[in-house]
Every structure is written in C-alpha cells, then in structure tokens.
C-alpha cells in the first residue's frame, strides 16, 4: 500500500520558515520523481515544487521560487520543502505527491499518480 505522509505544518507569522517533511512507504521511492503540491480555501490545487528520483533536478513555481527549496533523502524515503520569506498567500494545505521517474520533471498536480494527507500551513499577516 502506497503510504505518502506529510508533516511539519503549522502557524507562523510574516516572514517566518517551516520545513516539511514527508515520509514515503509501499514503492520504489528512489525510481519515483517526488512533488509538493497545495490547495487554498476554495481554491483548486496548485503544483509548487518537484524534484527527480535522484535529487538532482528541481524546479519550482514562480510564486515560491528563491523563497522554497525541496530536497530528498531516498536512504529514508523522505521529500522535504523548506519554506523560508512565508507570506499569508502561502497558506495552504500542502501534500506531497509522487510519479515514476520522467525524462522532464511534471509541472501539474494532476500528472502526479500518488497523493498523500496534507499539512496545513498557515501564516499570519
């Protein structure tokens, strides 16, 4: 069973820093390319960032660019998203989302064959 279990959420004012991490269990985690996705209040969801199966490509939406950086360990089959500069905007839930390994990194969630529970992030103004 495909586990992808997101954590490191919380609430945290104007500016402040958070890092996610997500622990992936029940396939292959080192053939698999590895995304953060989120999802505001009444709003659809928004690819931020994506990294490949060996960690060295990333790329990353313009609205988090130079504020967000995602990295892996696969000896602990774990993707994390350090969130640095935090704005209100950023509030969201925040999943992590996997697919087999590509020759070019997916830019839309729905390209992403595994979803896991989100962590909520909230930044206050």
């Known amino acids: 069973e495909v586990q992808l279990q997101a954590s490191g959420g919380g609430l945290v004012h104007f500016g402040g820093s958070l890092r996610l991490s997500c622990a992936a269990s029940g396939f292959a985690f080192s053939s698999y390319d590895m995304a953060w996705l989120r999802q505001g209040p009444g709003e659809g969801v928004d690819w931020v960032a994506a990294?490949?199966?060996?960690?060295?490509?990333?790329a990353y939406a313009d609205s988090v660019k130079g504020r967000f950086t995602i990295s892996r360990d696969n000896a602990k089959n774990t993707v994390y998203l350090q969130m640095n500069s935090l704005k209100p905007e950023d509030s969201s839930v925040y999943y992590c989302?996997?697919?087999?390994?590509?020759?070019?990194?997916?830019?839309?969630?729905?390209?992403?064959?595994?979803w896991g529970q989100g962590t909520q992030v909230t930044v206050s103004s």
């Open positions: 990294i490949n199966s060996r960690g060295g490509i990333t």
């Open positions: 989302a996997a697919v087999p390994g590509r020759s070019a990194l997916a830019t839309v969630a729905q390209e992403y064959d595994y």
